[in-house]
């Protein structure tokens, strides 16, 4: 799908927007238990892609993989590479995966930064698209999340069972319903 010119949002909308929904889901809800302590403490780079095809996306989350490679972690825990314009439609977002992993590979980043993935029309496999778990993973843009695998690896020896999560989430996220979940973004939770 294209994103006319007109239509595009800024990157300072495109930031807010994302900010708004790690404040009032991500962390809001306890979707992820790690996801706090560095959004707090300013580790989080949120970065706008500005490509407008899964080339350009690619070339940009390359330099998005090399820089949080590169950078002190005492500083950056992670990075979102938000990218409004490019991978819209989620079935070609979901087929960019494969770009995602050959990239990890070739730069041998695989074992040292893990991508995670987040679309507003998110949908898991099993699940019907308006299935209120396909939420866990619905964000305001396309959204790639790098994080580093030794943050996930203190997650895990943090004692909390990672494995628990996807299913703690899909239970918060029934129990809050569709209308629950709405009202988070009306500002009325």
Request: aromatic residues 10%; negative net charge.
């Amino acid at each position: 799908m294209y994103v006319p010119e007109n239509e595009a949002p800024s990157d300072e909308a495109a930031i807010a927007a994302t900010r708004n929904w790690i404040e009032r889901a991500v962390i809001g809800l306890n979707l992820c238990p790690f996801a706090r302590a560095p959004y707090t403490q300013q580790r989080v780079r949120l970065r706008v892609s500005r490509a407008r095809d899964a080339y350009a996306l690619a070339d940009d989350l390359r330099e998005e993989l090399e820089w949080l490679r590169d950078a002190d972690p005492a500083e950056y825990e992670t990075s979102l590479l938000i990218h409004p314009f490019a991978l819209t439609d989620f079935l070609a977002f979901n087929d960019f995966l494969d770009v995602v992993d050959a990239l990890l590979d070739e730069l041998g980043l695989e074992g040292e930064i893990q991508v995670a993935t987040f679309h507003p029309d998110f949908q898991f496999g099993d699940a019907e698209p308006d299935a209120i778990e396909n939420a866990t993973n619905r964000s305001p843009y396309p959204t790639l999340h790098l994080l580093r695998e030794s943050s996930i690896d203190r997650a895990v020896e943090s004692g909390i069972d990672t494995d628990a999560i996807y299913q703690r989430n899909i239970e918060t996220l029934r129990k809050l319903g569709t209308t629950g979940w709405q009202a988070l973004w009306d500002g009325k939770t």
